[in-house]
């Protein structure tokens, strides 16, 4: 089946449409995971398309949107299909930035803070272990305790900054979803591969339902590839959402 | 007109290019260099009843695009 077609309505596959920007990269990735790994409904939607098509949660994928054109995602946040994004956010739709998402996010204003040029000014692509700061999340509830995620970054701006107030405030409220840690779990300066402000990798919006993470959890959610402990982001996703639509019934 | 924008880094965010150059720069020999911080120009070609108004749509543009207020400052002239 094209990959821009939604399957038709089954109330036990959640539906999940995929952002596609002219200089997108990972948008196949994401739908494979979520269709043929996960078994879920999952689409490419291009970013002209003004419509979410009912998605129960929206993917911003990887990338280099509009060739990182003046900044990062600066230029994609007004893409047309963003307004629809900014909507369904408002009304609580869960919606996961990845990478450049994470960059769209920022841009868009839905999440706060700002990625900036890594610290080492090198582009780095490389696994990197990420500690779960806050559990109670519709991105982070299936990540067991004490367990570390080991997933792959590619990125040359991933390095997360926010003014000294917003980041006591993120970590106040929980809205740090992932640091960067060690093996052994140990945020520290080596472990970051980017400079983060307090080895930030990943947060959410104040009403949680909005999330970025630099990390590539669609690039480590099959043991064919070496890890699988990125499909922990997406199960935890489709359980907060099948949560969601057993309560409405 | 054109409108002549800077646009630099706030002075809390870290700029390791900035870092870098300047460590280029003394390695070349060139003395008493200081801090270095890398930003950005542009020239906006734009039409407008007048330089007040001109300076009010680069204004809103620079807040809405051309830069990004968490990380940057910009300033800009409007030359006729």
């Known amino acids: ?249 | 007109m054109k409108a002549k924008i800077v646009i630099t880094p706030k002075k809390a965010v870290l700029d390791p290019q900035g870092k870098t150059v300047q460590t280029a720069l003394l390695h070349m020999g060139y003395a008493g260099i200081g801090d270095v911080r890398v930003g950005k120009y542009l020239e906006v070609d734009l039409s407008a009843p007048d330089v007040e108004s001109a300076r009010k749509t680069i204004d809103e543009a620079c807040h809405r695009l051309l830069s990004n207020p968490v990380i940057e400052d910009y300033h800009f002239e409007i030359v006729e």
């Open chain 1, 1 to 249: 089946m094209a990959l821009t077609a939604a399957i038709p309505g089954d109330d036990s596959k959640m539906n999940f449409a995929v952002l596609q920007f002219p200089g997108s990269n990972c948008d196949q990735d994401c739908v494979h995971v979520l269709r043929n790994v996960l078994g879920h409904s999952a689409w490419l939607q291009w970013h002209k398309e003004r419509s979410l098509r009912g998605a129960d949660a929206v993917i911003i994928p990887g990338g280099f949107s509009y060739g990182d054109y003046l900044r990062t995602g600066a230029i994609a946040r007004f893409s047309p299909v963003m307004q629809a994004v900014v909507e369904f956010a408002g009304n609580g739709g869960l919606v996961l930035g990845i990478c450049n998402g994470f960059q769209i996010l920022c841009e868009a204003g839905l999440l706060p803070g700002a990625l900036i040029r890594n610290r080492s000014l090198q582009f780095r692509c490389e696994h990197v272990y990420l500690k779960t700061v806050a559990p109670d999340s519709p991105f982070t509830r299936k990540i067991p305790e004490g367990r570390l995620l080991r997933i792959p970054v590619a990125h040359g701006e991933g390095c997360y900054f926010a003014d000294a107030a917003t980041i006591r405030r993120l970590f106040a409220n929980r809205q740090v979803l992932w640091q960067y840690c060690d093996a052994k779990g140990r945020v520290s300066d080596d472990a970051s591969p980017n400079g983060s402000v307090r080895n930030i990798a990943g947060i959410c919006n104040a009403t949680r339902n909005v999330a970025g993470l630099m990390p590539h959890p669609e690039r480590a959610s099959e043991g064919i590839l070496g890890c699988e402990d990125g499909r922990l982001v997406f199960e935890s996703m489709i359980e907060a959402l099948t949560e969601r639509k057993l309560a409405v019934k």
